[in-house]
């Protein structure tokens, strides 16, 4: 006897072999046992998943759910979706160790308001998690998942306003507006003409020179910095041809009111060894 089993079930179990079919037992919060030769086994409760996939929780390992692990512990946005597992503290925005008497500043003020920031020490972010526990796992990292660089939104540099020309050398789309760029002001990626790529970063590597590197898309591909060489086209055609890497604490971008505002102190995506390099440390409530 145990205390659930889940009959008819297609396992995937995460192992990358194929998908099968199988009854799975469940005795207190471990899984007891997993075949098709359960049918001797009873449980407590029997619940009939014919035709449904059974799987481990998923891990969803980059979010921003400081604050929603304690104002909503049932965490039904995420365990609906089959996530049982989430990592918070991404980006280096958390909600401890910090204390506010005042808004917070960008990024800051996207997990959180001044209230929400309470927490002096991280411990005490941690005993606030133990004392109203969330329904799912948490894994916090004490340090963020990748490095951030200081930056000022007052020295940002904006390219169609100090460079007007500039956006008749970015591609339209359907509706003849240019194409939106990707990445953020520390790695800006732009979706040149393709018959003025040349033109573009001889144009931009004068102008910024000080302020930024100018590369083809292509050069980092080849060089290795998305993983493997072979790329999608679905991935080219969100990165476009040409990107802009600034260096030190410098931030380019492109000015649209309500859209492309550039409010943010701190970024990550540029080359610096504050951004690339990060210790992983975390702790598992």
Known sequence: MVDVILRGGIVV???GRPRYPADVAIAGDRIAAIGPGLAKV?????????GKIVAPGFIDVHTHDDRALLASPDMAA???QGVTTV???NCGVSLAPLTLDSRPPPPLDLIGDVADYAYPRFGDYLDALDRSPPALNAACLVTADHGMTSIDPATTYFLNKEMPEFEQMIEKGADQKSLTPAG???????HILPERLEETKTLLRKALKDRAMVCEVKELINEGFFGSKQ???SFLSRVGNLVILPHGNHSIWWYEKGRFDQK?????????RAEMETIFLFTAI
Do not use: I, N, P, W
């Not at 009873?42 to 014919?50: I, K, P």
């Not at 943010?264 to 610096?272: E, V």
């Open 13 to 15: 179990d995460g192992t």
């Open 87 to 89: 990592v918070t503290g």
């Open 78 to 80: 995420k365990a609906s």
């Open 231 to 233: 790329v999608s086209e």
């Open 42 to 50: 009873t449980g407590s409760r029997e619940v009939d998943v014919s």
């Open 264 to 272: 943010f102190f701190a970024m990550h995506g540029g080359l610096t």
């Open 184 to 190: 953020s002001c520390r790695d800006y990626f732009l």
